[in-house]
């Protein structure tokens, strides 16, 4: 699954002047150097949030569902090989990608679903499969397979699914699927891809289905459902559906991963000189959190081209860097920035105040323990971190070193210290940098196409 960038970027003809390529007996590693800068347009790929969902429901919709700027990422890719082996047919060239729904009935698969590094394949299509009429197990790589699945086995057994797990409700994970009955259901943690699993299985139930969320998560999950022509219901932090409902086939854009922009949008208020465009990024109010929290930093943001697909917003923005200051994360704000924190507090020594992080717990189970594993990499560019169980203080006003870090095989952690190395003195090594394709398996090239030195 590792992909060899430095060659990939050779062939094409990209200057290498961000990282040199070294071979390593736990994968490839990058070198980053002091930037000065960062000036251009930044093309993201498909939000990965969106192309997962949209794959999915694509898989169970009558018709053939034309999906362009799906996401690269190799967490998607593991959801469309477990759309077939559940005997889904699609073709994808390049990021397009044509799905051909089966409707509401999969095919019962003749070996384990292999859901890779993605918690949202096994998670989410679980939902689907919990209300199938056979059984199927599905596994993970060594990181998912750590990682609790409680969440949703719980809720899902409540409407009639069953299910076989190991240490504590880990994968592997057999399900045995059947008939479903609706169920109203209060999460205890907010997560949107339980709250989207449950939507899921509620297609396949009797009666109406409502989760309500202790806080609003991203809604891309009740989004998706209405682009496929499901009937959906919110009110607040309530949302319902109603079971037995067909879904149609789709055309669509998936919009550029919001995401994968904090690593840019990072990047670029590091230096007060940075001028930044980012065309065609997905906007959704749900995900937005980043951009406010941004923009209290220090960051000038402007966005243009405001428009709706599909229910999500899309837009343009334009960014310059300025002076940093510092901030909170607690509460709400945390669930909003789950996937950003690891940047954030990777930029927190930049900053005049520094970055305060709290109620993060979640962070312990990623793909790695972001928390510590943001502590350690910090430290080793002597930065001063006071570490709690669910978060992380990082006092502002500090000067970072190079030195060689490892990305503890999480994408987010490599692509967050590939930003926090360009204001560092001298050069920083990121073992295991090839993890960034998880997600965004072009990010070291196109950072390369926007930064001055």
Not at 275 to 294: C, E, I, K, S, W
Request: net charge negative.
């Amino acid at each position: 699954m590792l992909v060899n960038c430095a060659k990939a970027a050779r062939i094409a003809g990209i200057n290498l002047s961000v990282y040199i390529e070294k071979t390593m007996s736990h994968g490839k590693s990058v070198v980053i150097r002091p930037a000065k800068g960062l000036k251009g347009s930044v093309r993201l790929p498909g939000d990965k949030s969106i192309s997962h969902r949209y794959a999915m429901l694509g898989g169970i919709a009558e018709g053939d569902t034309r999906l362009e700027n799906f996401s690269t990422g190799a967490d998607c890719a593991s959801t469309l090989g477990c759309l077939r082996t559940l005997g889904v047919q699609w073709e994808r060239n390049g990021n397009s990608v044509v799905i051909h729904g089966r409707g509401s009935k999969l095919q019962a698969p003749s070996v384990a679903l292999d859901c890779g590094n993605s918690g949202s394949t096994i998670r989410m299509l679980s939902g689907i499969l919990a209300g199938q009429d056979f059984s199927c197990e599905l596994r993970g790589d060594e990181s998912l397979s750590r990682r609790p699945m409680a969440r949703i086995i719980k809720p899902l057994e409540m409407m009639g699914a069953q299910f076989e797990s190991s240490d504590g409700g880990r994968p592997p994970l057999r399900l045995t699927g059947g008939h479903l009955k609706a169920i109203d259901y209060k999460l205890p943690v907010a997560s949107a891809q339980v709250k989207t699993s449950l939507l899921f299985a509620g297609l396949y139930a009797d009666g109406t289905t409502r989760v309500e969320e202790p806080i609003q998560t991203r809604d891309h999950g009740e989004l998706a459902l209405q682009a496929f022509g499901a009937r959906v219901e919110r009110r607040m932090r309530e949302v319902s559906i109603e079971g037995r409902q067909k879904l149609k086939e789709i055309e669509a854009v998936v919009p550029g991963d919001i995401s994968s922009s904090a690593f840019f949008l990072c990047a670029a208020a590091l230096f007060p000189n940075s001028q930044l465009l980012v065309p065609g990024l997905l906007l959704n109010p749900t995900r937005a959190r980043l951009l406010d929290f941004l923009i209290g930093l220090g960051l000038r943001i402007t966005m243009s081209g405001l428009e709706e697909q599909h229910g999500e917003l899309v837009g343009s923005l334009q960014v310059e860097g300025g002076a940093l200051k510092g901030a909170k994360i607690s509460g709400g704000d945390t669930a909003a920035l789950i996937d950003e924190i690891p940047v954030l507090a990777a930029i927190a020594p930049y900053t005049e105040d520094g970055i305060e992080i709290r109620d993060a717990r979640e962070l312990r189970v990623k793909e790695s323990d972001r928390i510590a594993s943001v502590a350690i990499n910090l430290r080793l560019m002597g930065a001063e971190v006071e570490e709690f169980d669910d978060g992380l203080r990082v006092p502002g006003a500090q000067k970072l070193h190079g030195a060689s870090l490892d990305s503890f095989g999480d994408h987010r952690i490599a692509m967050a210290f590939a930003i926090a190395a360009l204001r560092a003195e001298g050069e920083t090594e990121i073992q295991g940098a090839d993890a960034a394709v998880i997600s965004f398996p072009e990010f070291f090239e196109t950072l390369d196409g926007v930064v001055l030195r």
